[in-house]
């Protein structure tokens, strides 16, 4: 019986066949997936945070809040874990997808996380006649901590989300087991930055705000991500400057109000956030005599994003101890990764 044997020559042209095949198949796809990236970055880093958690079997669902004077509001919010229920509130301008970092080391130490987009932020809708203030934010987080059956709940919020989870906690301090804030604003302090910033719409705006949000100063950001960031803020800026308008008219400001809170409360800063100084962090910690005053040192204001290595396992420790000593304060040691 007579065999057949490919050549050389055959199998090089059988090879390179193949690989133009892959080529005609692919690179129309990398060519999208690079012009869409150019196009919408912010799209993509969304997509890959949410990846993230989706992979780590944290689920990204909706539900409908009531809003009173607006109505019922759809919002989006992360949900992973099991055990005590902990509700997270992202800062001004942020979104649930901010918590990226923080969120799988929460779910390993057995907690039961939620992440929500407030109204008007990340993939919540955007309701126009929203108040957007303080108090009405707060709302919202007790109407979400409803909506998911919580009586009672760890809470936890970063930035103004801080300012609005401790409203949320002098609203019903029997409902909130232990509280936690991450360089939080809520107190009066004289702004050193001009508060358009948060609605940047010049590379020089963008360049400050990220200057004021990083612990050593910030690389210059891509032109094509100025551009994505511009776009947005054109679009939906609005929300930011409502909010901020209603924080800046101080009628929210919870000055001699903290006294309220007698859980146990943890505080966590950056030392070296130009936003929100330590100062404020260590006026929070001399209102309310229970709390723990941790400070980060090579941390900023992003210190849940670019501390969460270091910041997990004390925010861990905090939920998990059996009776937190009120008072303590530290200051640790810590580079940002």
């Known amino acids: ?7 050389p020559r055959s199998r090089r042209y059988k090879t390179l066949r193949i690989l133009r095949w892959i080529l005609i198949i692919f690179f129309p796809l990398l060519v999208v997936v690079v012009a869409f990236a150019l ?32 109505g019922d509001v759809r919002v989006h919010y992360y949900e992973g874990g099991s055990g005590m229920p902990l509700v997270l509130v992202h800062g001004l301008g942020g979104r649930a997808d901010d918590w990226v970092n923080l969120i799988p080391q929460l779910v390993r130490d057995h907690h039961h996380v939620y ?30 901590m409803n909506k998911m059956g ?15 989870a401790m409203q949320a906690a002098v609203n019903e301090p029997q409902r909130i087991r232990r ?8 107190l009066t302090f004289g702004l050193t930055w001009d508060p358009s910033l ?21 690389p210059p950001v891509p032109k094509f991500v100025q551009r994505a960031i511009f776009q947005f ?10 909010n901020m308008n ?8 919870l000055d001699n109000k903290l006294g309220a809170l007698k859980m146990p409360m943890l505080i966590i800063w950056g030392k070296q956030d130009h936003l929100i100084p330590v100062s404020e962090g260590e006026a929070i910690h001399h209102a309310v005599p229970q709390s723990e005053l941790q400070v980060f040192d090579g941390c900023g204001h992003l210190l849940p994003e670019m501390c969460a290595k270091q910041v997990g396992p004390v925010v861990n420790g905090f939920l998990d101890e059996a009776s937190p000593i009120g008072g303590r304060k530290a200051v640790i040691g810590s580079k940002a990764k």
């Open 115 to 144: 992440a929500l987009d407030l109204p008007g932020y990340g993939r919540s809708e955007w309701p126009g006649n929203a108040k957007y203030s303080i108090a009405e934010e707060a709302g919202d987080v007790q109407a979400f």
């Open 179 to 186: 509280l936690v804030i991450f360089d939080s604003a809520g």
């Open 150 to 164: 919580l009586q009672q709940t760890d809470l936890a919020g970063w930035s103004m989300g801080g300012w609005v």
């Open 198 to 218: 948060f609605v940047p719409n010049t590379p020089e705006k963008l360049q400050t705000l990220d200057d004021l949000l990083m612990p050593h100063g910030a």
């Open 233 to 242: 803020e054109k679009k939906h800026g609005w929300v930011v400057q409502r």
């Open 39 to 70: 196009l919408r970055p912010l799209d993509v880093l969304w997509m890959a945070a949410e990846a993230r958690l989706v992979l780590q079997g944290i689920q990204s669902r909706t539900t409908k809040i009531p809003v009173p004077g607006v």
């Open 1 to 7: 019986m007579a065999t057949t044997t490919a050549t």
């Open 246 to 253: 209603s924080m800046l008219m101080g009628d929210d400001l």
